[in-house]
């Protein structure tokens, strides 16, 4: 059995998802543990619930990113970590940890990526009124949002869409596609 290591700085419902496909067998990966940035997160309520094992570890405790960086690879090998997952992770990673976990690495995009790169997606998308957005699970690399795609789908943008409706069927889609992309990657 594969070990993840899921990263979260917020709601944690990705997290949510795939413990949820793991319980259900339809993820056959082991979830190691959780690494959290932010004490304020859900997702370690969640964690909490399911005993995930948590790292939370403040960038702010480091003088620079790759000190924070090297704590967490150290913890990562000592738990025999195969696949690291973003989920929600607000940060940007040095290609110091980049290059650690080359080809090891997956993040989920509220977008039919090359669309709609950066922080606010869902909300860019809304904005430019366009037809329809998606969702993709893609390698992570050195450039943002832009390592090859896992797998994609698109989410279709109604005249009656709002951003608190658009929002929610993205993040239904990203609990679906999640749990089948990281059993893709680990089955490959
Ligand atoms: C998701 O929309 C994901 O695509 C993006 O951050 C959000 C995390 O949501 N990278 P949650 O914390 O999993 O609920």
């Given at each position: ?7 979260c ?35 370690l309520?969640?964690?909490?619930k ?44 040095t ?5 650690a ?39 992570v690399t050195v ?11 698109r ?8 951003l ?25």
């Amino acid at each position: 059995m594969k070990n993840l290591a899921v990263f979260c700085s917020g709601n944690g419902s990705n997290f949510q998802a795939i413990l949820d496909a793991v319980r259900r067998g339809k993820l056959k990966a082991h979830v190691a543990l959780m690494v959290c940035d932010n004490p304020k997160a859900y997702a370690l309520e969640r964690a909490k619930k399911a005993q995930i094992p948590v790292v939370l570890l403040s960038p702010k405790l480091f003088t620079n990113r790759q000190d924070y960086e090297k704590i967490i690879v150290r913890i990562l090998k000592s738990q025999a970590v195969d696949l690291i997952v973003l989920a929600g992770f607000m940060r940007i990673f040095t290609p110091y940890f980049i290059g650690a976990y080359r080809n090891k690495m997956v993040n989920i995009h509220p977008s039919y990526l090359p669309a709609f790169k950066g922080a606010h997606a869902i909300r860019d998308a809304f904005e430019a009124k366009v037809k329809e957005t998606g969702v993709t699970v893609h390698w992570v690399t050195v450039k943002v949002d832009a390592g090859q795609p896992i797998l994609q789908k698109r989410v279709k943008i109604s005249k009656q869409d709002t951003l608190d409706s658009l929002e929610k069927k993205i993040h239904r889609v990203e609990h679906q596609i999640y749990p089948l992309a990281i059993q893709k990657v680990l089955s490959a």
